[in-house]
Each structure stands twice: as C-alpha cells, then as structure tokens.
C-alpha cells in the first residue's frame, strides 16, 4: 500500500467559521480549494504563516453572495416591519408592567450611574501624566531600602544624583531636579518691588534647567530653551500671572519674595495652568541656580526630587544598576549600609505609575492610591451587577405570563431566533431608558460628587468615544441581562404550553434563590466593611496621641517678625491665651522633618548610629503641647546650660540603646565640610525622655525622635483656653497686625490639620459608604418586586388559608420565609468574606482596630430588617385582603 | 444586452476556464489569471465569479473526485456553456470592430500586426 502522504490541516476554527456562514453548495468546492491553497502555501511559506494567511483568504468569504440564506440572512426573517412590532410590544409590556418596568429600570440607572461617575473619577485618576510627549521614557527616581530592620521608600535624592546620571550614564538623555519646600521654595510672603503689602503664596518649586526640557509644559510667553538657567530667573503659571500682574505682560517684571529685594526673582516665562491630571503642584517655578545648597556635592543632602528621561527603548533595570554602581563608587554611607548587608535599591518609577503607585513613598505632593481605583471600580460594577440580576429574576419569575404568548407565537409560525430578538429587543430598550435616565442623574449629581472626592471632573460631551462607551454599555447590558431570560423564555415546548402543562421549573427558582443570595451577600459584605471603615477613621480621630491637639492655634510664617519674642511677650498678656511657643516643628504631617544620624558619644561603631528625628523646639513646646515626660524634665529658662541639653522620645531611647537615659551624652551629626569630607558633630546631655506621641500619621509606627532647643520663630503655636477660642483667634490677630502690618495672618488649628491627614481616607469612606446605600437599595429593590410578584401568585391560596383560619402573621410568616432564609444564607457568606477584605484593608494602618463581631452582626441585621420591612409590605397586604376578593378572581 | 454582457474580470475568468479545459477549478483559475494577467486575485473572487456565471449559464460546472489533499473535498470543474463561447465571441467581436475604427496616424504605437 502506498502510505497516505501527510496533509497539513488549516485552522479548524476558521474552517468551522467557514461551514457556519457559507452556504452549502459552495462549501465542497470552496473547502477543497481552500484546503489545496494552503498545501501550496505550507510548503511555500512555512506553516505559521500559511496559518496567518489563511485566516484573511477566510473572511474574504463573508459577503453575502456566500451567505447561507436560511440561516443568517437577517433581511429575510426579520424585517424592520417586525423590528417596529416588537418595539411596540415592548412599550406594551413596559406600559402593563408599570412596577416591574420601574424597578428594572431605577435600578439599572442608578447602577449605571455609578458606573458613569466612579469610571469618570478612575479614568481621571488612570490619566496622570500621560500627555507628556515622549512619557514612555521619563521617570522618577527613587530609592527602595530596608535598613537594619527599617523599611521604606523615598523619592528624595541628594544633591549630586541628577548630574552625575546625566554624565555618568549614557542612556540617561536628560535629569532635572525639582526641589519643593526649601528656602526660597517654601511658602512665600510675595510682592511686586514697588509694592508694600505682601500676599501669601505657597506652591513653590526650584527646578534645574532641564526640567522643562524633558516635561513639555506649555510656555505661554517666553522662549522655552532659555528658561531656569540664570539665577533669579522664575516662571509663574498663568493664573498666577493674572493674578499678580493683570493684564500685563509678566516677562521681565521682577518679585520680591520674603522682603528680600537684593534677590527679586525676574520673570523669564509664564506656564500654561496645570492640568488637574499631573502629580506637580506649583505655581511658581525658581531656577535651580539661584539655591547655593543645590550647587554643592553633598551625598547625604537629600532634598531634590529627581527626573530622568532615557534614551528611547532603553531598559530601566539596566539603569538602575547603573545608578545603583553610581552611589556605591561615590557615596561612602551607601557603600558602608551595603556592605553591612543591608538592602538599598534604586528604583525608576515610570511617571505615570507616580501619582497611584507612591502610597508608600512620603514626599511634597498627595498622591493618589491604587488600591481604592479597584475598590471603586469593583464596587460600581457590583452595583450594576445587582440591577442585572433584578432583570433576570424579575423576567423569569414572571415568565410563566408571558408562556402562552410565547407558545402562541410559536404556533403561529415564529420562530426560536425571533423570539430570541423579541425579548432582546425588550431588555435593549429597558436599558437604553435606564441609560437616559443615568446620564441625567449622574449630571444632577457631579457637582456633589466633586465636593465628595475633591476633584473637578466634567462629563466628556465633546468627545466621540463617549457616545461610544456609553451605547456600547447599554446595548452591551441589554444583550447581556437579556439573554438568559430570552433563552429561557423562547425555549418553551409550544405543545405544553398551550395544554397548561406549565411549571416554572424547579432549577429557574432555584437558580433565582442564588441569585437573591449572592445579591445580599455583597451587600452584606459592603455594609460590614463600610462599617470597618467608619471605625478606623473614628478610632484614628480619638486616638490618644501623646498631646493635646484640641485648641492649639499654628500662627504659621512668624519668622518675619523683626522681633518675635516681643510677639511672644504680647500673646502671653492675652487673657484667652494659655501657653505660647515658638518652633518649625509641629506634631502633624506638612511640617519641617528631618533625619539625623545621632550616636553615644564616643561610640565609633557605625552600626549603632541610628537616624533620628531631631526637632529644634523651645522651653514652652512640651508643656504648650501636653506632652508627658517618663523621666527627667523639661527645657527650663533656669539652666543655661539647656543650650547642649537634649530631650529623647522612648522609641529614640529603644533604638540608641540606652539603658539609664537621663545623663547620658549623645552626639548628633551637623555638617560634612565638601572640602575635606570631615564630618562634625555635636555632644548633648540627654535631660529627660518624654512618652513617646504620635507626629506623623497613624499609617506609620512612632519614631525616634530628639528634641534641642534653638531653631527659632518658624511658626507660633498658641494653645487657647476652652471658652474662649473665638475671641482668642481675634486677640492673637490683634497683636500680629500691630506688629506686622501688611502682612496677612495665617493660622491652622492643630486638629484639623490633623483631620487633614486623613482627607483621603475621609474621602473614600463617604464615598463607599454611598456606593454601599446604593448597593442595597438595588438589592432591596429586586426583593420588593419578587415578593410582590409572589403574594400576587399565591393570593389564591392566600385566600383559601384565611378562609380556614390563618391568622395574618401565620400568612406573613408564609410568603417571608423563604426570603429570609435565603438572607440569613448570604449573611453567613458575607460574614468571612467582609472579614478578611477589611482585614486586608487595615493592613495598611500600623495602629488599627480589630474587627468587631459587632460589625456583622449590625451588617446582617440591617440586611435582614430591610429585608423583612420591604416583603411586608406585600405580604401584610395580601394578608389584609378580603378573602372573597382573591378567591373570586381566581374562578 | 444584459444577458450576453461580460464584464473585464469575468470575460478573463472565461478565457482562463478556456483555456485550461479539464483542469478549470477555482484554485487553478485563480493561478491562471495571476500569472497571466499578473495582478493578484483573491480565491474567494474567482469562487463568486464563477458561480455567478454559471448561474447566468455562461459556465457549467461538474464535480470530480475527492481528495485527501483537499479535505476530502471534491473538485468543481468549469467548462465553457455554448453561451459563454457566443458572449466570448461578442466580446472579441466588439473589440475587434472599435479596433478597426480607429486610424493608425493617431496612435503612437504601432497597430500592425
């Protein structure tokens, strides 16, 4: 026998693909050719890609020549006559099922207008950073470690790093630094020279020429190559630009900042306002030049957040390394953590991932996070999911009505595929209303919603692919929630039917009773853990911190005062004032921080120097601000010998070592002189440690901390008495515009400063606590309908149950049950799921509660009762109901 | 008019069928028309074309053997109807007579042959 020769066989999918849509007297001889073409081809070209090219010789045949006309041709069958009829039935049903039609289609409105507002918000927040021209290849650089048992990541490089990527690392194209919130960067007193009152301006930023070089921010006026390089050269945003100047041209004009007019800044360029999407905030551009701390190589000078563009296609692990090669050969520290084994990488974040990816990064500028982009979006689509459901459960509960037009139709010539369409059309049109009706509340809505999440987000009507999206998702919500039901309803048995053969099937009420379950699970689940959140945000607001945060006035820039003491002096007269200081540093995030390498005196063992918070407070900062010492004293104006006195937090004392603090010497890091690289130091006695007291937020565990006196009249921190606070606000002020005229008065108040800190948590929490209202209005909705759906059944034998002495909560006890075995089901589901979603939330939070059985019980409670409240209704009415009525009927 | 009209592709399509006589299946027609005409041509238009032809009854067409190499598929082969040939004919024809008519002195290149 002569062996078969092998044959290659194209894809089947396409072949199957083919044979669907190809009529089937052209399919012997187009299959035959098809096949032979691609012999040839296989041998020609090679067996992938003969399978390549054989996917477009396929779809060459769907036209509809080829099309096999009983079985796809939709001109035929369904005609647009038809399409007109089925719309009508449609209204029809819409118009006779007024309940049922209201509930699907509330739900499905507010389900998709959830999803309209909270894609809105994500495709906001997923935009940052992304308009940049050539973005693919800019980056942040930062720096991931984990030392001696500390771990973090920090996006603030020192001085050096910028220049010495640009020159030492060839794929490294450009690298700018930017350096918010340093001298003349910080928050600003701001003039025109000729002028004598002062604004306040903050958003201030240094920034090395090739900033604007790398990040093209549109320059309204001013050329852009020649910006940033002299010193006291500035930019200013436009609004700024209006604001200060009018209608006047900017450029060229000079400011004053901080009273200093031997170094006005000169107007060299005004740039387009940022977008709302880019993680910068400034207002104000200086050049770099004009900071003499940025010229110096100082490795251990980490101020400067620093950029990097890359040579196009260039791989980022591979600078990195080379980074990481650039502080081992220069940066001693560096190299001495390492060879201590410690871990220390760089890391280039690509600049979009900057504002959702930097949660564990501290810095300048609130960013973003990640994790409540899924938690959102998750919990708006569950809210849609929920509506779909109701469609679902509603359509099959009541299919049973509609089986005999169903097997009419049938009967009379219709058929599967039209019914199909019919009922298609039906949940198209339902939610196309659903759609009108959520675009207008989502427009009602928006203003609130901005207020809710601190943004400015606007319907996108100008652009196409909105139209796009939105009748995509109805048509594409339509098709989907109706296709179970279709299917199920245009699968009757005609013959049956028509007999009154009908039972609505056992396997359709109970695929509905896991419906309803899954339903209440989520919202059970989205309850608790609401409930989780409105209890850490609670128990963050109440935790003891160490200090009294309540009436403690932040008089903040008081270091213009040619003479702060006499402002000292001044407050302490004012009756309503209790206690006065005088400090930069203050408990609570957006303060002056710090970190300084501290030691035992004498110790030259560099494992045991440790980084510490070293705050430069006065004689008055710890009793004004509450804080309880464990041992020693105070700061006294007695001692003068204080001035090389130091003051420990318990953490600073754990972390030192020490096992007898009080008269201990300690030394702390000054300076590194760049020319001889020595470094000096200076030696303190440590006077008392003080209970440890939180000054960053709750997020983070407490840490070491020093306290010096000295570091002058930064901000002035004024603690009122509880009576008086309104009439202490206006004194304090008094006495600021008698000593400083023309200068606004600013102040913050400790606690809500405080409260500041958790804005975005405050955020999140009212708007899940929205989505969860929402969540379980839509479940409850569903409930109502399918209760009400039920009583109507079985006011039959409702009927007959009265008649034979049932009692009203007997026949509520009856129609309920069901429903409420079914909660008490999803309860128990929602119950280990809340548990461990809110347990992965608190993670974050290194002081936190521990969830409360209180909290599923309150959770499943409330599900339960608005459950039972909402089939009460009906069922107490059907209970109500005279018996001769229901009976009657059912003659 | 209509029922003897043939457009560019199908007049070729025709020829070709002509001319490879009982090897005119789709797959060799298609290779026919790109060799000699050298443009390329999709199978799934020969298929259209031919059938439409043989539905306004200018081809015929029967079936040959199956073959592995085909799928187990049999082959369509096409023939010229006695049809085709006269509208073959009238092709030729016309062309021919709107040749004749047009005078040498206003072509440039060279018209005998």
């Given at each position: ?6 044959y290659?066989?194209?894809?089947r ?34 067996e ?43 209204f029809?049903?819409?118009?006779r ?154 450029v ?30 400034f ?85 973003g ?75 009602a ?106 009436q403690l ?102 972390e ?22 020595e ?109 009400t759906f ?9 009927g007959?149950?009265?008649?034979l ?11 309920t ?8 089901i999803?309860?128990l ?5 809340a ?14 509660i ?42 | ?7 560019e ?22 290779k026919?028309?790109t ?33 592995a ?45």
């Amino acid at each position: 026998m002569v062996e078969d020769p092998k044959y290659y066989e194209p894809p089947r999918r396409l072949l199957r693909l083919l044979r669907w849509f190809c009529a089937e007297h052209f399919l012997d001889e187009v299959e035959g050719d098809l096949w032979e073409l691609f012999q040839e081809e296989v041998e020609r070209y090679g067996e992938a890609r003969a399978r390549r090219r054989f996917y477009g010789l396929t779809v060459r045949y769907f036209r509809p020549y080829f099309f096999d006309r009983n079985h796809l041709s939709f001109q035929t069958i369904i005609t647009p006559d038809m399409i007109r009829h089925f719309f009508k039935l449609a209204f029809r049903q819409l118009r006779r099922q007024r309940l049922y039609a209201l509930i699907n289609i509330s739900g499905f409105a507010l389900g998709l207008a959830a999803c309209i507002l909270i894609g809105l918000f994500l495709n906001h927040e997923l935009s940052y950073d992304n308009f940049f021209e050539g973005e693919k290849n800019l980056y942040r650089v930062t720096i991931s470690f984990d030392v001696e048992g500390r771990n973090g990541h920090s996006a603030v490089m020192s001085t050096p790093v910028a220049r010495r990527m640009q020159e030492d690392i060839p794929e490294v194209l450009h690298a700018a630094r930017l350096a918010p919130g340093m001298y003349d960067a910080g928050t600003n007193q701001v003039r025109r020279p000729n002028e004598l009152e002062n604004r306040y301006e903050d958003g201030f930023t240094y920034a090395d020429s090739a900033f604007l070089t790398m990040f093209d921010f549109p320059l309204i006026e001013g050329n852009r190559a020649h910006q940033l390089r002299d010193p006291y050269t500035m930019l200013l945003t436009e609004r700024k630009a209006k604001a200060l100047f009018g209608s006047e041209n900017p450029v060229g004009q000079q400011l004053v900042l901080n009273n200093s007019e031997d170094n006005a800044y000169t107007i060299t360029g005004v740039l387009a306002d940022l977008p709302s999407n880019t993680h910068f905030q400034f207002d104000y551009v200086l050049a770099m030049s004009s900071n003499e701390a940025s010229k110096q190589d100082n490795w251990g000078y980490n101020n400067f957040l620093t950029y990097a563009e890359l040579a196009p296609g260039t791989d980022p692990e591979v600078v990195e390394g080379k980074i990481k090669d650039m502080f081992m050969a220069n940066h001693d520290n560096f190299r001495s953590m390492m060879e201590a084994g410690n871990r220390i990488e760089p890391v280039l974040q690509p600049i979009r991932d900057v504002h959702l990816h930097s949660s564990d990064i501290g810095g300048y500028w609130q960013h973003g996070n990640f994790q409540y982009i899924y938690l959102f979006g998750g919990v708006a689509l569950f809210i849609l999911l929920l509506a779909g459901i109701n469609f679902v459960n509603l359509s099959t509960a009541r299919s049973s009505l509609r089986a005999l037009e169903t097997g009419m139709r049938r009967v009379l010539g219709s058929m599967w595929r039209q019914l199909m369409a019919q009922f298609l059309v039906e949940s198209v049109l339902l939610s196309f209303l659903a759609l009108m009706l959520a675009v207008l509340l989502a427009t009602a809505v928006l203003p609130f919603f901005n207020e809710l999440i601190g943004r400015d987000l606007q319907l996108p009507w100008t652009d196409p692919r909105w139209y796009l999206l939105i009748f995509g998702s109805a048509l594409g919500l339509g098709l989907l929630v109706g296709a179970y039901p279709a299917v199920f309803l245009s699968g009757y048995e005609p013959l049956k039917v028509l007999k009154g053969y009908l039972r609505s099937g056992r396997s359709a009420s109970r695929f509905r009773s896991q419906l309803v379950v899954f339903q209440f699970t989520v919202a059970v689940a989205l309850v608790a853990g609401s409930l989780v959140v409105r209890e850490q945000l609670n128990y963050l607001q109440h935790q003891n911190l160490g200090f009294d945060k309540e009436q403690l006035l932040i008089v903040e820039g008081t270091y213009i005062l040619d003479q702060p003491e006499v402002f000292r002096e001044q407050l302490q007269q004012v009756p309503a004032v209790r206690s006065v200081s005088m400090s930069g540093y203050v408990p609570v995030e957006g303060y002056f921080r710090n970190g300084v390498s501290t030691w035992r005196t004498g110790s030259t063992d560099e494992s045991e120097h440790v980084p510490l918070e070293k705050w430069y407070i006065d004689q008055e900062y710890l009793s004004t601000l509450g804080m309880e010492f464990v041992a020693g004293r105070d700061f006294s104006r007695e001692f003068l010998t204080d001035s090389a006195a130091i003051i420990l937090n318990e953490q600073a004392v754990k972390e030192l070592g020490l096992k007898e603090p009080v008269g201990t010497r300690i030394s702390s890091y000054t300076y590194m002189d760049p020319q001889t690289g020595e470094i000096y130091h200076e030696d303190y006695t440590v006077i008392g440690v003080v209970k440890d007291f939180h000054f960053e937020s709750l997020r983070s565990d407490i840490q070491g901390l020093s306290l010096a006196l000295g570091g002058g009249a930064i901000n002035t921190l004024v603690r009122l008495s509880t009576e008086e606070v309104e009439r202490g606000i206006e004194a304090v002020e008094a006495v600021w515009s008698d000593l400083a005229p023309g200068q606004p008065f600013r102040y913050q108040f400790l606690d809500e400063q405080y409260q500041r800190m958790y804005a975005f948590e405050q955020k999140a929490g009212s708007v899940m606590s929205v989505l969860t209202g929402l969540a379980i209005f839509v479940a409850c909705l569903g409930l109502f309908a399918l209760a009400t759906f039920i009583a109507q059944q079985r006011q039959h034998e409702v009927g007959i149950r009265k008649v034979l002495g049932a009692s009203t909560s007997e026949i509520v006890i009856l129609l309920t049950k069901h429903f409420v075995l079914l909660v008490l089901i999803a309860i128990l589901l929602a119950t280990p799921l809340a548990w461990w979603l809110s347990n992965n939330w608190l993670a974050d939070f290194a002081y936190r509660i521990d969830v409360q059985w209180w909290v599923f019980v309150v959770a499943g409670g409330l599900a339960l009762l608005l459950a039972v409240f909402t089939m009460s209704y009906q069922a107490v009415r059907s209970a109500w109901m005279n018996p001769v009525d229901t009976i009657r009927l059912g003659e | 008019m209509k029922g003897t009209h043939l457009g560019e592709f199908e007049e070729i399509l025709l020829l070709a069928v002509a001319a490879l006589q009982e090897e005119a299946y789709g797959l060799a027609i298609m290779k026919e028309i790109t060799e000699q005409a050298g443009r390329k041509v999709t199978l799934s238009a020969v298929h259209a074309a031919a059938n439409r032809l043989e539905e306004k009854g200018f081809l015929k067409a029967e079936f040959g053997e199956k073959s592995a190499r085909r799928g187990g598929k049999r082959k369509k082969i096409y023939r010229v109807s006695l049809e085709g040939q006269y509208a073959l004919r009238a092709a030729f024809e016309l062309r021919q007579r709107m040749w004749q008519r047009i005078s040498p002195s206003s072509f440039q290149i060279d018209l005998s042959w």
